[in-house]
């Protein structure tokens, strides 16, 4: 390191040329999680449209990254609307799609994410709107753990979070 400053916290280095001014310290290593002590930190997560394609997602899945996000920050919330309130559903389906005469079954499963992430502690929503689209049955067939929250309640919840997000 070159100039006058204090020496970074190990893990953190700074790049060719970077000086630290007098008196400025370096912030915490984002890698290792939250800061201790700090104020927790909210973060909603909202995502609307479901199903981006199959094959296309493997390497950018949505789900994925929201679960990353709360793993990285240590408090991240999803919410799910429209057409996306399936993915905190029960069904029988396996994803896999046929090409050709092959069957490509690694396919990312959206109710797996989830599942994931409520055992990661994450809090998932759904909009009572978007639950009622999907018919009669689909609060009987929400995944344990997932909370509905009515029309509104959302957007009103909105100022309560450090950042909202939209996927």
Same mark, same amino acid.
């Given at each position: 390191?070159?100039?006058? #400053?204090?020496?970074?916290?190990?893990?953190?280095?700074?790049?060719? @040329?970077?000086? %630290? !001014?007098? /008196?400025? +310290? $370096?912030?915490?290593?984002?890698?290792?999680?939250?800061?201790?002590?700090?104020?927790?930190?909210?973060?909603?997560?909202?995502?609307?449209?479901?199903?981006?394609?199959?094959?296309?997602?493997?390497?950018?899945?949505?789900?994925?990254?929201?679960?990353?996000?709360?793993?990285?920050? #240590?408090?991240?919330?999803?919410?799910?609307?429209?057409?996306?309130? @399936?993915?905190? %559903? !029960?069904? /029988?389906? +396996? $994803?896999?799609?046929?090409?050709?005469?092959?069957?490509?079954?690694?396919?990312?499963?959206?109710?797996?994410?989830?599942?994931?992430?409520?055992?990661?502690?994450?809090?998932?929503?759904?909009?009572?709107?978007?639950?009622?689209?999907?018919?009669?049955?689909?609060?009987?067939?929400?995944?344990?753990?997932?909370?509905?929250?009515?029309?509104?309640?959302?957007?009103?919840?909105?100022?309560?979070?450090?950042?909202?997000?939209?996927?």
């Amino acid at each position: 390191m070159t100039g006058p #400053g204090p020496e970074p916290r190990p893990g953190i280095e700074p790049g060719p @040329g970077h000086r %630290l !001014e007098p /008196g400025i +310290e $370096p912030g915490p290593d984002p890698r290792s999680g939250p800061v201790p002590g700090a104020a927790p930190e909210r973060w909603l997560v909202v995502m609307e449209r479901a199903y981006r394609g199959a094959v296309e997602s493997q390497y950018a899945d949505g789900l994925n990254f929201i679960q990353d996000l709360h793993r990285q920050s #240590g408090g991240c919330d999803l919410a799910l609307r429209g057409a996306a309130v @399936g993915y905190a %559903l !029960e069904t /029988g389906f +396996e $994803p896999s799609v046929r090409i050709g005469h092959r069957t490509l079954d690694t396919l990312p499963d959206p109710r797996a994410a989830v599942r994931r992430m409520l055992a990661d502690g994450m809090t998932v929503l759904v909009e009572e709107d978007g639950l009622a689209a999907l018919g009669r049955t689909a609060r009987d067939r929400l995944l344990p753990g997932v909370r509905v929250v009515g029309s509104g309640e959302l957007a009103a919840s909105w100022p309560s979070y450090t950042q909202v997000w939209f996927l």
